[in-house]
């Protein structure tokens, strides 16, 4: 053991004493209460100018046990703060081994009560909710050392007042992720598609807060949606199936045969097609006539098979549209 390990061991009652009174202190000045009045009265009893100096010097004396206390309040946030998702994890009521362990090393046989993908958003957002209070409680109480309560209501009023047109996004995002926490429109794992104007993204929901969500497309880059913007969007992943399309454009004469094929092998084509949930279903979204047609095929499916059944559905339907002689033409597309 060094010589400042034990000297910082041996004066630790005095670090103790000195947080315990700077907690006293800073306390007592937040809540209202003039601390400096009361030492000076209790030290001096003289006339009314010499009163006020012994304020004044009393002021000065407890002014770095205020200092300390703004220390104690800064790191205690930045505790909270470093330490808030396990605190999620508290409130969400998680097993105690899901707080001490890691995800990779934590036992199989721990069970929760929410599924994965919807615990691990609620503790995202509630991670975020933790961080934010303590942050705010911390420039509370730091404000509350040099103003006083009655005037610190007034600030804060002020300052709400004054940033709540150019705030008006950022509040808009936090309500939406609020929103989000107690509805549950979508959650860690979920497969979404969200498009404004005209752009479009489409990806796995990689992480959620209380503003962003962040959508891991297929192509590997990594997108940031704000919960503001997020109002109408379509989630893959909730349900018992996923529908996927394929556009088969065809001449006009060949539309009838195209159609009475497609009708005589849906029985079969669970069989023709093993990722298909039910028989597949011929359609026309748009319903426009011309040269070329373009016919679609409807079939239900999970998740993790979309992209094998557009792929199967492509490659029965080229075969036996070429067995029956009927030719493809024109420009497939997604109608999703």
Known sequence: MTFRSLLIIMLAPVWVVLAALSLVVGLAAFSGVNPAAILATAFYSGGAEMEQLSILLARVVLLPFQFIFIALVAGAALWVFRRRARIAGWILGEPLTDRLFARDQMPAEVSTALPPGRRHTARQILSSIVALAAILLAVLLTMGQFIARADLAVVVAALTSSLAWGARLPVGDLLGGLGNMFESNLAVGDHIRYKQFDRSVDGLVESVDLRFLSVRARSG?????????????????????????????????DLSRAVTLLNELAPASMTLVPYLMEPWQPMSLEGEMGAILDLYLFGKTTQEWEDELQLALHAVVHERFQAAGIRLGGKESDPS
Do not use: K, M
């Open 221 to 253: 880059e990594l997108t940031s949606i704000p919960f503001g913007d997020l109002r109408i969007f379509r989630n893959y992943s909730r349900g018992e199936f996923l529908g996927v399309y394929i556009a088969v454009p065809i001449a006009a004469a």
